[in-house]
């Protein structure tokens, strides 16, 4: 088994940045890709990005290309999503997930460990 724990939500203004963390632990964590998701109220989970177990591959949904950055430490087993010029829009419960092989996907299925979530506000 592999536990997630994510950390750095909170409340930020619009326009201000926040970087979530997610810390991996449980079974060696070897050759796993990541990704965040996050859902709003309402709403179905959506991708937000995802990065390859050896991070040279790195996918990002369009409503956040060029304002969110994933990365990873895979000494740490941490991965990390740097969100700027945050959105009233992008105000969402964040999860991290992690899938048993070494190539990042976007689709929720494909995904077989999920943290607990973090609460990300944006206020306008």
């Known amino acids: 088994q592999v536990q997630l724990v994510e950390s750095g939500g909170g409340l930020v203004q619009a326009g201000g940045s926040l970087r979530l963390s997610c810390a991996a632990s449980?079974?060696?964590?070897?050759?796993?890709?990541m990704g965040w998701f996050r859902q709003a109220p309402g709403k179905e989970r959506e991708f937000v990005a995802a990065?390859?177990?050896?991070?040279?591959?790195?996918y990002y949904a369009d409503s956040v290309k060029g304002r969110f950055t994933i990365s990873g430490d895979n000494a740490k087993n941490t991965v990390y999503l740097q969100m700027n010029s945050l959105k009233s829009e992008d105000t969402a419960v964040y999860y991290c997930?992690?899938?048993?092989?070494?190539?990042?996907?976007?689709?929720?299925?494909?995904?077989?460990?999920w943290g607990q979530g973090t609460q990300v506000t944006v206020s306008s």
């Open positions: 449980g079974r060696t964590f070897n050759n796993y890709a």
């Open positions: 997930a992690a899938r048993g092989g070494p190539r990042a996907r976007i689709k929720i299925h494909e995904y077989d460990y």
């Open positions: 990065i390859s177990w050896s991070g040279d591959s790195t």
